[in-house]
């Protein structure tokens, strides 16, 4: 039995470890560092609980930010499983555009912390430069895909509970560190040659846990999750008025791109070494840098970022210009995703002309192009792209009226894209979220009174599995969608939070 017990505490330690580690969490924009958008498992939400009677808005909340022109909260990075000497914890982490970061228990609808006033001194600026914090908040992530998980159950699924154990047995933390403690991870199959892996885990480390953001003065914060504060002075990372997208932290360097030429700062990709302070630049060779999440990084670390009609490969940390394919005459209007299909890295993104291009990040060389898939001329902003449990790739694109999805095929050993399912009329979708076989769009609505709508389609064919109805009361600009831990979570320019989820007691 103690053998058995001392088994048990090393397989919950792994999980727990993994878990406040980012094993399956929300990390940064998009999901992961290849902007997938993609959560691949969820113990609580798919197909199957979807088309059951449930799902609703199991809360939300109004956030003190002050909104600029139309940014306002940005998506949240979550982390599904914490532990502090308050018990478990579920919490997000919220970027919002008057330069404020708020921390929230997820699970209870609970303010954690705030840092930051929640307002800004800068000017009130323009719709292209509104000032403030315009880029997400991350948590540091790494660059090898995310592993398939087949269900994920971190969240809390019962309520909180203390550290003090029964009366004169002293705290249950104490308790269980008398526990012999157990041989560490089994180790990690050797990469596959020029192959990067992720760094094992290592469930007895304590290494800090930070959420990074960026202020309207171009500092970079590095914030502890727990509460908010800062153990280092922040790093002057841009300057200042800078309209910055897709801020990524990982392996010791944190990059982001900026956009629209805000208050005279180049538009390109910048990165700082987080020890040496060192901060590189890579000039867009278009007039901007496109899309909505900056920049896409491969699993070995390389970014890729689209600029007028090119997709540019930069070397990591360098930012060093490896190579660049040309789209011809029209201008790309999304940023891209990275995906692995037959063993290749093959990298997506719109054009102005409705198409989608894949490339092969190898050579840099065309792979296929789509039929006219999205509205000529629409600003796709992000695509998002995941495999279904037949091992079917999808890429799927707001169309301007609508999602359209995309099926990645081998055709006679190369790479080709068959239209797939068109979902039905949407206002303005945004970037969709995949989770666990569900695609959850949203209708974001208009300042002329239409409000926004969240929606679920059956990933491979498009049926409706559910809607929020009338439930939000706005229109979401910067909001966006982020998923874990049987939620899903969308913000609108008011403030207020919406979480969507299977209730629980707690």
């Not at 808005?57 to 003190?64: G, I």
């Not at 705030?114 to 660059?143: K, W």
């Not at 560190?177 to 596959?192: D, E, H, I, N, Q």
């Not at 171009?218 to 801020?247: I, T």
Request: aromatic share 8%; glycine share 12%.
């Amino acid at each position: 039995m103690i053998r058995l017990s001392s088994t048990l505490c090393a397989v919950l330690a792994v999980s727990v470890a993994h878990a406040q580690r980012g094993g399956n969490d929300w990390m940064t924009i998009g999901n992961d560092a290849q902007r997938s958008y993609w959560l691949r498992g969820d113990a609580k939400i798919s197909q199957q609980t979807m088309r059951k009677p449930g799902f609703e808005m199991v809360w939300k909340m109004k956030l003190k930010n002050t909104a600029r022109q139309q940014q306002s909260l940005t998506p949240p990075a979550l982390l599904d499983f914490y532990i502090s000497y308050r018990g478990f914890r579920t919490l997000g982490f919220y970027g919002g555009s008057g330069d404020t970061v708020i921390g929230v228990d997820t699970d209870l609808a609970r303010l954690e912390w705030q840092n930051g006033a929640g307002t800004s001194n800068a000017p009130a600026g323009t719709a292209a430069c509104p000032g403030g914090m315009t880029t997400s908040v991350t948590r540091p992530t790494q660059t090898p895909y995310p592993p398939n998980f087949s269900g994920r159950g971190f969240g809390r699924a019962n309520p909180a509970k203390s550290g003090v154990g029964e009366p004169f047995a002293g705290a249950v933390t104490l308790r269980a560190a008398a526990t012999p403690r157990p041989a560490g991870p089994p180790p990690v199959p050797a990469a596959k040659p020029g192959r990067r892996q992720a760094t094992p885990i290592n469930p007895f480390g304590r290494t800090p846990l930070y959420v990074n953001s960026i202020t309207g003065d171009g500092l970079l914060h590095q914030m502890y999750v727990s509460n908010g504060e800062e153990p280092k002075l922040p790093l002057q990372f841009l300057p200042a008025g800078a309209h910055s997208l897709g801020l990524t932290v990982f392996d010791g360097t944190a990059y982001v791109a900026t956009t629209n030429g805000c208050n005279g700062v180049e538009n390109g990709i910048w990165a700082i070494d987080l020890d040496s302070q060192k901060v590189v630049h890579w000039k867009a060779t278009g007039k901007n840098v496109e899309g909505t999440t900056g920049y896409a990084v491969g699993p070995e670390g390389e970014i890729y970022v689209a600029s007028g009609n090119q997709i540019v490969a930069l070397a990591e940390k360098t930012l060093e210009q490896r190579a660049a394919y040309a789209a011809g005459s029209a201008d790309f209007v999304s940023s891209p995703v990275v995906f692995e299909f037959k063993g290749k890295n093959l990298i997506a993104a719109a054009t102005a002309d409705g198409r989608v291009h894949v490339i092969d990040s190898a050579n840099m060389t065309a792979a296929a192009k789509s039929d006219t898939v999205a509205k000529p001329g629409y600003a796709v902003g992000a695509l998002a792209s995941w495999e279904d449990e037949y091992k079917v790739r999808w890429i799927l694109v707001p169309a301007g009226s609508a999602i359209a999805s995309l099926k990645v095929v081998e055709d006679g050993g190369s790479v080709a894209l068959q239209k797939g399912w068109n979902s039905k009329e949407l206002t303005s979708p945004i970037t969709p979220t995949i989770v666990n076989g569900v695609v959850f769009a949203a209708s974001s609505g208009n300042a002329g009174g239409t409000e926004a709508t969240l929606f679920a389609f059956e990933g491979s064919t498009g049926k409706e599995l559910w809607n929020s109805g009338t439930t939000i009361g706005s229109y979401i600009t910067t909001g966006g969608l982020s998923a874990g831990g049987g939620r899903v979570y969308v913000s609108t320019i008011d403030g207020t939070q919406y979480a969507f989820g299977f209730p629980m007691e707690h």
